[in-house]
């Protein structure tokens, strides 16, 4: 198969969709790459690098888009590349439609097939590909919060971790996943007073016995995440629904339960975000003050340190993306998680929480694929 690598255009994107080292894999396996020239400056990785990886360099997207029957990308497509891809054509990135109907249209329209990375599921019901974003996004959030918090960024001036004799701010982790477990990691890591609220008790001991005492964990009630947000001095918004939009955890009149300077990171913020006041920012500015409330809402976290992202996403990815190089839509077929990543196929939209999240009707792809 011959595989194309664009490169990302998102405000501030600097990951790309495969490494040198990745294109080096597809290649051994016999299949072509080609690839946008510059694709991968974020990375520090130039155009002789991915030739000597067996890579073809071509001058634009256009080409790539063009020439490619798969496109490997890390962001969802931006409006110019919606028109670029073709029926029979497979998309393989992150795609995050449940907020996102304009984009859900225009891949629709162009009669692609879209995997998207963050319904992969494996065995085990996991979602192995948007896990290692996860995990960059839940420690990232932590620095987007102490920074957050300085006085010169409109926040309360405190420092997360304190100093001897002056006590450490208080972080809230709502959900217990892969995010809230590694945001909570590195705020007890710089020494903040840290509590995790989630909807399982299974989990909640889980998460006691990892910390080994050092969070505080809570289940999850309205009484308990209004009497928690009252105290903390940054929140850390971290829950999931695989494919559909987040659920909405903080109403604007919540804002008035906090201290002003208090410091919202909607992790979220891809699937719609977990706060009412959430809307996607950037890093080129990203924050904005609702009510004295600092909201931190960036859509691209792991895009800010694209060298370690690019190579955990890249771990992730390869196997299923040499799958279906090699099978095709029989990938899918033979790998039942695989197929829970199939978010459009020609025309229809195949992922049920996409669908119930955007009002419209789903088919079911075992159905459309035979």
């Known amino acids: 198969m011959k595989i194309g690598v664009p490169k990302e255009i998102k405000t501030h994107e600097y990951r790309v969709g495969l490494t040198p080292g990745t294109v080096r894999e597809y290649v051994a396996a016999g299949h072509s790459v080609?690839?946008?020239?510059?694709?991968?400056?974020?990375?520090?990785a130039d155009d002789a690098d991915y030739?000597?990886?067996?890579?073809?360099?071509v001058p634009d997207a256009a080409t790539v888009f063009a020439a490619a029957e798969m496109?490997?990308?890390?962001?969802?497509p931006q409006p110019i590349e919606w028109v670029r891809l073709r029926e029979g054509q497979i998309l393989y990135t992150y795609l995050h439609l449940a907020p996102d109907p304009e984009q859900t249209r225009g891949l629709q329209a162009s009669?692609?097939?879209?995997i998207a990375y963050e319904t992969v599921r494996d065995a085990a019901g996991?979602?192995?590909l948007l896990a290692p974003m996860s995990e960059v996004a839940g420690r990232l959030s932590i620095e987007a919060a102490g920074a957050?918090?300085?006085?010169?960024n409109g926040g309360c001036g405190l420092l997360l971790g304190g100093v001897p004799g002056v006590p450490?701010?208080?972080?809230l982790v709502i959900g217990g996943g892969v995010v809230g477990t590694h945001a909570a990691r590195m705020a007890v890591g710089l020494g903040a007073e840290v509590t995790i609220i989630d909807r399982s008790i299974p989990r909640l001991r889980q998460l006691d016995e990892l910390f080994e005492g050092r969070v505080r964990t809570r289940m999850s009630t309205l009484e308990a995440i209004e009497s928690e947000i009252a105290a903390a001095n940054a929140v850390i918004g971290a829950v999931l629904v695989p494919g559909a939009s987040a659920p909405r955890l903080l109403s604007r009149k919540s804002l008035a339960l906090m201290k002003p300077g208090t410091v919202l990171v909607d992790v979220a913020i891809d699937q719609g975000g977990c706060f009412e006041t959430s809307r996607p920012t950037t890093h080129a500015a990203p924050t904005f003050e609702v009510d004295g409330i600092v909201h931190y809402c960036v859509a691209n976290m792991p895009g800010a340190v694209p060298l370690t992202s690019s190579h955990a996403l890249n771990n992730a990815t390869l196997p299923y993306g040499l799958a279906i190089a090699e099978l095709g839509m029989e990938a899918l077929r033979r790998d039942p998680g695989l197929m829970d990543g199939l978010n459009i196929h020609r025309g229809h939209?195949?992922?049920?929480?996409?669908?119930?999240s955007l009002g419209t009707t789903w088919r079911d792809p075992a159905e459309l694929l035979g």
């Open 111 to 114: 009669g692609c097939t879209a």
């Open 168 to 171: 450490p701010a208080r972080v």
């Open 71 to 76: 496109i490997v990308k890390v962001k969802e």
């Open 51 to 57: 030739a000597r990886a067996g890579a073809t360099i």
């Open 34 to 44: 080609i690839v946008e020239t510059t694709a991968g400056a974020g990375i520090r």
């Open 349 to 356: 939209i195949t992922n049920q929480a996409v669908a119930e």
């Open 126 to 128: 996991g979602l192995p």
């Open 148 to 152: 957050a918090m300085k006085s010169s």
